[in-house]
Every structure is written in C-alpha cells, then in structure tokens.
C-alpha cells in the first residue's frame, strides 16, 4: 500500500523554529511536495524537493532523504498566519499525474 | 483573478439526487485534477486529465462518478444517486507541467453536503 506519515498536531510560539516531518511508503517515488491549507482555504503549496538535500525558500525549508524515505519541512520565525495545516505529497509516477497526500499536521502558533 | 475557480463553492443536496461539480483550470494549463478531501484528511486523488483526455482514475471513484473535460478547457464532476459518504470537498487543481512537478495549483473547492 502507500503510506505518508506526519504527526498530526504541533504547536510552537512566535519566532520559534517548528520541523514537521514525514516519512513516507509509496510503490514509485519521484518527489516529495509540501502544501499548506489554512481553515476553509485551498492547499497552496509551499516547496517540492526531487533530489536528497535542503531546499530554502525564505522562512520555509524542506528536506528529502530518499534513501530513508523521509522528509522536513522546516519553518522559521513563525508567525501566527503560519497556523494552519501541512500536507507531505508524494508525487509516485514519473508523468507527473496524482499526488499521494499525508493526513496532515495542524500547526498551531500562540504569541 | 487568474487562479483556479470551482463552481458552487456549497452545495446540500437530497440522498439520490444527482449534482455536478464546474472548475476552471488556470488558462495555459493543460493537466487538470480531482480530488476529494473529507475533515481532518489530506486531499484524496480522483482523476486526472491531460487536454480533454482522462488519463487515470482512482479507484476511489465509483460507477456512480464521471469527470469529463470536452474541450481540454474547464471540466465537470459529476455524482449520480449521491450518498452520504459522498459528503466532502471537492478539490480541483491544475498544473503545466513546465513548473515544478510537485506543483499543482489548487481551487477554492465545493464542499458536498448529502442529507
């Protein structure tokens, strides 16, 4: 079967640094993605990592180890508009078509 | 606006009744998706189309649904005799397939409520 694992709840406090991971099972594996959703809004998606290593975009990091078939996303300095929902998607086939999506984690930041 | 729109944003319907589902793709993209997504759930895959070809399906839709996408432009989802396990949002994206390939780019959604 295809699995992505992520804890389902974080909470941290403004300014603090949060890593949401996630591991993942899946039949084909050519890349992982990273979505956010605020409540009642749409996925936006946040990074994309195809190769091993760290990907930065301004606060938001994310991390892929193929190898141990895991991932990060990293958000620094947060903010309490960064509380909402993060979603790992697996893209599992290389024309690109669907995207295997985790459960999610709710990430909930206080001032 | 230029993003992805999804036509109606709500929609209650009777158990039985038939309802379909418009989204607008963002104008250049050729490969449009359906998802599903019910709460506390990340989106769930449920076909895809490059142009006006349904290229995969999820095993998750059913006899009772079908995606059509005539002129490779906007698609349509439609739910025959709905159930109450029908109830959920219903996600569409769209994407190039120029930009990053774990890049799609998502509507507003049409939350289902079967009673």
């Known amino acids: 079967g295809q699995s992505l694992e992520q804890p389902s709840e974080v909470t941290a406090v403004e300014g603090a640094i949060v890593q949401i991971n996630c591991t993942y099972q899946t039949s084909g594996f050519y890349g992982l993605s990273w979505y956010q959703q605020h409540d009642g809004g749409a996925p936006t998606f946040l990074s994309y990592?195809?190769?091993?290593g760290l990907e930065e975009t301004g606060r938001f990091s994310s991390f892929l180890s193929r190898s141990d078939s895991y991932g990060y996303l990293l958000l620094q300095e947060l903010q309490m508009k960064d509380s909402a929902s993060y979603f790992c998607a697996v893209r599992n086939d290389q024309a690109g078509t669907a995207l295997i999506f985790g459960k999610g984690t709710t990430l909930s930041v206080s001032s | 606006d230029t993003g992805v729109s999804q036509d109606p944003r709500h929609k209650i319907t009777k158990r039985g009744q038939n309802v379909t589902f418009r989204c607008d793709p963002i104008?250049?993209?050729?490969?449009l998706y359906w998802y599903r997504q019910t709460l506390g759930q990340g989106p769930e895959f449920l076909t895809y189309?490059?142009?006006?070809?349904?290229?995969?399906k999820s095993r998750l839709l059913s006899d009772r649904f079908s995606a059509e996408r005539p002129k490779g432009s906007f698609s349509t989802l439609e739910i025959q005799r709905t159930e109450q396990g029908d109830s959920a949002m219903y996600l569409c994206?769209?994407?190039?397939?120029?930009?990053?390939?774990?890049?799609?780019?998502f509507g507003p959604g049409t939350r289902l409520t079967v009673l």
């Open positions: 189309f490059q142009n006006e070809a349904q290229l995969e």
């Open positions: 104008s250049e993209h050729n490969r």
């Open positions: 994206a769209s994407s190039s397939g120029t930009e990053g390939m774990g890049e799609q780019f």
């Open positions: 990592n195809a190769l091993d």
